[in-house]
């Protein structure tokens, strides 16, 4: 195999396995397609951001979080399944590419906890 196996986009898991074109992770039963993976870092090279299932995002568009996030330096967590409308891409520090609005006012999130909406 050319790549090691991805931690799972949804639960952060390392316990993942190939199934066909797909990764598979048994603890939350997330898939994702194995091309995200070296997708990713093309991405880098390429300026494209994409979101956990590996569908480019592009400014404006609307997205879904795909686990809980915990918003740091708070108490507070943004819920999984929350949708984000308008976003606008970045180039931010630690892979968090995404400034949005959401209920709990400006951020910028990494896209791998995003999907397409």
């Known amino acids: 195999m050319p790549h090691t196996i991805p931690a799972c986009p949804q639960c952060g898991l390392e316990n993942t396995y190939p199934d066909g074109d797909h990764f598979v992770c048994p603890d939350c ?36 979080l795909i686990k809980d996030l915990k918003v740091k330096g708070s108490s507070t967590v943004l819920k999984k399944g929350s949708k984000i409308k308008g976003i606008r891409l970045v180039d931010g520090n630690d892979g968090h590419n995404v400034d949005c609005k959401t209920e709990l006012g400006p951020m910028l999130l990494k896209s791998e906890f995003l999907k397409k909406a």
Request: negative net charge; proline residues 6%; aromatic residues 6%.
């Open 29 to 64: 039963a997330f898939e994702w397609p194995q091309t995200a993976a070296g997708a990713e870092d093309a991405a880098a090279g390429d300026g494209t951001v994409k979101d956990a299932n590996g569908n480019p995002l592009a400014d404006g568009d609307s997205v879904i």
